[in-house]
RNA sequence: GCUGGCGUAGCUCAGCUGGUAGAGCAUCUGAUUUGUAAUCAGAGGGUCGGGGGUUCGAUCCCCUCCGCCAGCUCCA
């Protein structure tokens, strides 16, 4: 009888039978270790607990601390989901259950969709199923077998014709459960502690639109029932945070249905706010050297046939409008007008870099289904800028890009971000425009800005926008959300279109490179993030009433008057709440509100001249001198506090 | 656009398998003059998303359109 040698992370050595298992070793190890794992890696490999080794091999053992193992074990819960629906509706057929960040899915086709109710029933299946402790056993099967058998099932047929090697894996579950499948797997139903389903959706076999429509169950799963009841309040507290929740609740925006779809109203709460953020912007684009241009919102077809726009970007854009003198329509983009004001005139190197900005509103045609409150919309106003500079100047404008993008964020409080570069597949498939001296050079900027200021980036090739590479930043929100923000992209493609040129030291005409870049990205958007990210309650200097003055009765009302004009004179928002209520529905509606200060004014602060000051989050503040509390509120504004 | 769910007063919702609608909050009026998260009373307010159909009769059943929600696909 032969025997293996493992070896173990640590370097030691196991001699074990021909035939052994992970999970052996494991127990030979410790009762509790084996407990523990969840699936193994041998020989770098993903490898089932329960699968035999087939020679010398390295062995680590996954344990619910390594984020394969989640997924694993998502994995396996997917199957038992799909082994539930399969007990309950045997006519459903299969798709694909892969895990997700947050759990898993398992695409299902049947003819008759999921209800709530059937999700209920599917997941006390689940459970009865868990109960039977079933073992995950990996059998093997040949190709041309495997197709016989599964040849009533259209989706697994179609993915072992495709995916399946000669002799491929299949998991069983139970005497009755089959699934074509990679693995691994858990060893058995038994190690799945929690989980919990979640939703049912319409979803595309294979991703694509034009397969038929399956019923896509989401479940979500974690190791103890602590985790998951974690992340389900994670849920919660981003429903709680909901923008399209708290914009009607403090007043801030609305999307009206006699306008469309799609196209947001500011109100006056809404609109202060967005002015704050807009003027911060163009106050930044002139410091930092940017020209601010204004563009129309229409222009004729031929800016956009001239641009390629009407080409390649036509579905996302709103119907032609045919006029006396020519076709117009509604711009997508604000790149091709700001080519037009670079272009109205002949351009020196010694001009350049020409950095023209714009709060440029944009209308795009989204799908109706894709609409979603303020960080999707058919109407939108980007903080845009187009860059137009030599090549030698590129990496010192990517550079001063991303800078100005870490002090937005830092500015709008939030610490931490992310950058993604985007690059080409160096002209394999020549779906990419431009020369390779162009993509390489652009690249080489991207890759040495975020160098040069530390910034954590991965790359992520073959993602690049066919005109040029990118470097997206996104950032995290206070409930750790990843969120999509500014992006710097160079455009290889429009200099050419619209035939730009300089003219250089050597008195020759060049063309120039171009460099889009957007902070904020949308405004809206942005709004709508924030709103998530402060849960309505702004920064001082962002909120639409700063301070709500209270009376506690009429007689302090003159008072409370003078307070008000006082902190008005200083520039603060103030919301005089003159309602002859008491003063614990004013305060209850000002925490609503969730405005920052109240200042409470009875008898004894008119006597003295002080107010008495309430926060939002720290209650009771005591009683100050007025002219105390308005340096320390003026102080809050200027310096844009983010954490009062 | 696709699949599923939903649409009743400004908001949150109730309305027993068809007999033209109710509550709380908000609003207005009055009383109350109040000390750190809801004072009391009265009043007004709804073509039950729009249109069409079935029916003696439709908020309720059917068709259709619009919108919203969860996803898919796309994307700032």
């Given at each position: 009888?032969?025997?293996?040698?493992?070896?173990?992370?640590?370097?030691?050595?196991?001699?074990?039978?021909?035939?052994?298992?992970?999970?052996?070793?494991?127990?030979?190890?410790?009762?509790?270790?084996?407990?523990?794992?969840?699936?193994?890696?041998?020989?770098?490999?993903?490898?089932?607990?329960?699968?035999?080794?087939?020679g010398d091999s390295t062995l680590e053992l996954l344990t619910n601390k390594n984020p394969?193992?989640?997924?694993?074990?998502?994995?396996?819960?997917?199957?038992?989901?799909?082994?539930?629906?399969?007990?309950?509706?045997?006519?459903?057929?299969?798709?694909?259950?892969?895990?997700?960040?947050?759990?898993?899915?398992?695409?299902?086709?049947?003819?008759?969709?999921?209800?709530?109710?059937?999700?209920?029933?599917?997941?006390?299946?689940?459970?009865?199923?868990?109960?039977?402790?079933?073992?995950?056993?990996?059998?093997?099967?040949?190709?041309?077998?495997?197709?016989?058998?599964?040849?009533?099932?259209?989706?697994?047929?179609?993915?072992?014709?495709?995916?399946?090697?000669?002799?491929?894996?299949?998991?069983?579950?139970?005497?009755?459960?089959?699934?074509?499948?990679r693995g691994p797997h858990v060893p058995s139903t038994k190690k799945i502690k929690a989980?919990?389903?979640?939703?049912?959706?319409?979803?595309?076999?294979?991703?694509?639109?034009?397969?038929?429509?399956?019923?896509?169950?989401?479940?979500?799963?974690?190791?103890?029932?602590?985790?998951?009841?974690?992340?389900?309040?994670?849920?919660?507290?981003?429903?709680?945070?909901?923008?399209?929740?708290?914009?009607?609740?403090?007043?801030?925006?609305?999307?009206?249905?006699?306008?469309?779809?799609?196209?947001?109203?500011?109100?006056?709460?809404?609109?202060?706010?967005?002015?704050?953020?807009?003027?911060?912007?163009?106050?930044?684009?002139?410091?930092?050297?940017?020209?601010?241009?204004?563009?129309?919102?229409?222009?004729?077809?031929?800016?956009?046939?001239?641009?390629?726009?009407?080409?390649?970007?036509?579905?996302?854009?709103?119907?032609?409008?045919?006029?006396?003198?020519?076709?117009?329509?509604?711009?997508?983009?604000?790149?091709?007008?700001?080519?037009?004001?670079?272009?109205?005139?002949?351009?020196?190197?010694?001009?350049?870099?020409?950095?023209?900005?714009?709060?440029?509103?944009?209308?795009?045609?989204?799908?109706?289904?894709?609409?979603?409150?303020?960080?999707?919309?058919?109407?939108?106003?980007?903080?845009?800028?187009?860059?137009?500079?030599?090549?030698?100047?590129?990496?010192?404008?990517?550079?001063?890009?991303?800078?100005?993008?870490?002090?937005?964020?830092?500015?709008?409080?939030?610490?931490?971000?992310?950058?993604?570069?985007?690059?080409?597949?160096?002209?394999?498939?020549?779906?990419?425009?431009?020369?390779?001296?162009?993509?390489?050079?652009?690249?080489?900027?991207?890759?040495?800005?975020?160098?040069?200021?530390?910034?954590?980036?991965?790359?992520?090739?073959?993602?690049?926008?066919?005109?040029?590479?990118?470097?997206?930043?996104?950032?995290?929100?206070?409930?750790?959300?990843?969120?999509?923000?500014?992006?710097?992209?160079?455009?290889?493609?429009?200099?050419?279109?619209?035939?730009?040129?300089?003219?250089?030291?050597?008195?020759?005409?060049?063309?120039?490179l171009m460099v889009h870049r957007a902070l904020f990205g949308s405004v809206e958007r942005?709004?709508?993030?924030?709103?998530?990210?402060?849960?309505?309650?702004?920064?001082?200097?962002?909120?639409?009433?700063?301070?709500?003055?209270?009376?506690?009765?009429?007689?302090?009302?003159?008072?409370?008057?003078?307070?008000?004009?006082?902190?008005?004179?200083?520039?603060?928002?103030?919301?005089?709440?003159?309602?002859?209520?008491?003063?614990?529905?004013?305060?209850?509606?000002?925490?609503?509100?969730?405005?920052?200060?109240?200042?409470?004014?009875?008898?004894?602060?008119?006597?003295?001249?002080?107010?008495?000051?309430?926060?939002?989050?720290?209650?009771?503040?005591?009683?100050?001198?007025?002219?105390?509390?308005?340096?320390?509120?003026?102080?809050?504004?200027?310096?844009?506090?983010?954490?009062?």
């Open positions: 009888m032969s025997s293996f040698a493992i070896t173990l992370p640590d370097g030691s050595q196991k001699s074990v039978d021909a035939g052994a298992r992970p999970l052996d070793v494991a127990e030979a190890i410790s009762p509790r270790l084996a407990e523990a794992a969840i699936v193994a890696r041998v020989n770098g490999v993903l490898w089932d607990l329960t699968r035999p080794f087939t394969e193992a989640l997924e694993v074990y998502r994995h396996s819960t997917a199957h038992l989901l799909a082994a539930a629906v399969l007990e309950l509706y045997p006519e459903t057929q299969l798709g694909i259950g892969p895990p997700i960040d947050t759990g898993f899915y398992y695409d299902f086709d049947r003819p008759v969709p999921f209800t709530p109710e059937d999700l209920e029933k599917i997941e006390a299946k689940m459970w009865e199923i868990q109960a039977r402790d079933l073992p995950y056993d990996r059998i093997l099967t040949r190709k041309d077998e495997g197709l016989e058998k599964y040849k009533d099932m259209w989706m697994k047929s179609e993915l072992i014709t495709e995916r399946a090697d000669e002799v491929f894996s299949e998991y069983t579950l139970g005497p009755a459960f089959i699934d074509f499948c989980f919990k389903l979640l939703s049912i959706a319409g979803a595309y076999w294979k991703g694509d639109e034009k397969r038929k429509q399956l019923q896509r169950i989401y479940g979500t799963a974690f190791f103890t029932k602590k985790e998951q009841d974690e992340h389900l309040a994670r849920i919660e507290e981003a429903k709680r945070r909901d923008h399209r929740k708290l914009g009607a609740e403090l007043d801030l925006f609305s999307i009206q249905e006699l306008a469309g779809p799609g196209l947001a109203f500011f109100h006056p709460k809404g609109g202060i706010i967005r002015k704050t953020l807009e003027d911060w912007m163009r106050e930044a684009y002139l410091k930092r050297g940017y020209s601010l241009v204004y563009t129309p919102h229409v222009a004729r077809v031929d800016l956009w046939k001239t641009s390629g726009h009407f080409g390649f970007y036509r579905e996302n854009m709103f119907t032609v409008m045919p006029l006396d003198d020519a076709e117009y329509q509604l711009k997508p983009m604000n790149c091709p007008c700001h080519i037009l004001v670079y272009a109205r005139k002949p351009h020196s190197y010694r001009d350049l870099p020409q950095r023209l900005g714009e709060l440029g509103t944009v209308y795009r045609y989204e799908r109706s289904g894709t609409m979603h409150g303020l960080m999707r919309v058919r109407g939108f106003t980007q903080d845009d800028a187009h860059i137009f500079c030599t090549p030698e100047q590129v990496e010192s404008e990517v550079v001063a890009c991303l800078e100005f993008a870490i002090d937005t964020l830092r500015t709008f409080g939030f610490e931490k971000y992310k950058a993604e570069i985007s690059t080409w597949d160096g002209g394999a498939s020549g779906k990419y425009d431009g020369s390779p001296e162009h993509w390489q050079l652009a690249e080489n900027a991207l890759r040495r800005a975020v160098e040069k200021l530390g910034i954590e980036a991965t790359v992520v090739p073959d993602e690049a926008a066919f005109y040029g590479p990118k470097i997206d930043m996104k950032l995290v929100d206070a409930i750790g959300r990843l969120w999509q923000l500014s992006t710097v992209q160079f455009d290889f493609t429009l200099p050419r279109r619209f035939q730009l040129e300089y003219i250089g030291e050597d008195g020759k005409k060049h063309q120039p942005f709004f709508g993030i924030l709103v998530e990210h402060y849960a309505g309650a702004f920064p001082v200097w962002l909120s639409p009433v700063q301070v709500a003055v209270m009376p506690i009765t009429d007689k302090q009302l003159d008072y409370a008057k003078q307070v008000a004009k006082e902190l008005e004179a200083d520039g603060v928002r103030v919301y005089l709440d003159d309602r002859n209520e008491k003063v614990n529905l004013k305060i209850r509606d000002a925490q609503m509100q969730k405005i920052p200060f109240m200042l409470v004014c009875g008898g004894r602060e008119a006597e003295q001249g002080t107010v008495s000051v309430r926060h939002r989050k720290h209650a009771d503040q005591g009683v100050k001198p007025l002219a105390e509390f308005r340096e320390q509120i003026k102080q809050l504004i200027a310096t844009r506090v983010n954490n009062d």
